[in-house]
């Protein structure tokens, strides 16, 4: 999913499919079947990012981003066994404000909340 500049990369897991995997003390199959399992990531290519500084940045802006919708998405999608895996990645070469990266992935995070209502159904 797009919204430019950020590119929303997204996996979701069954528990029926998880349940079948060899045991791994990084899953943790009871917790995903009652509650869902959440797990994101940031990033910001060292190729359009040359600065190690302005990379850091734009992780930190994407990450404060998704930490302030996070709630709203909690709250408006079943995670009930599900593990779900994003992956935020900024593809623009300029850096835009925080309230407008926060105003991206909320865009983004609601799109992929009516994605995943529309499986539970």
Same mark, same amino acid.
């Given at each position: 999913m797009n919204a430019f500049p950020i !590119? #929303?990369?997204y996996t979701? $897991? $069954?528990?029926d499919t998880l349940s079948q995997l060899l045991p791994s003390p990084y899953l943790? #199959? =009871?917790q995903i079947k009652e509650k869902g =399992? #959440? =797990?994101t990531g940031v990033g910001a290519p060292s190729r359009t990012f040359r600065k190690a500084v302005m %990379? @850091?940045?734009?992780?930190r802006l994407l990450r404060e981003g998704y930490r302030l919708e !996070?709630?709203?998405f909690i709250n408006s999608t079943p995670l009930q066994g !599900? %593990? /779900? @895996? #994003?992956f935020f990645l900024y593809t623009d070469a300029t850096v835009i404000s925080q309230l407008a990266i926060q $105003? !991206? /992935?909320s865009q983004l995070l609601k799109r992929l909340s009516e994605k995943l209502n529309a499986l539970g159904k």
């Open positions: !590119k #929303l990369i979701i $897991e $069954e528990y943790d #199959l =009871q =399992q #959440l =797990q %990379r @850091n940045r734009v992780k !996070k709630p709203d !599900k %593990r /779900v @895996n #994003l $105003e !991206k /992935v």
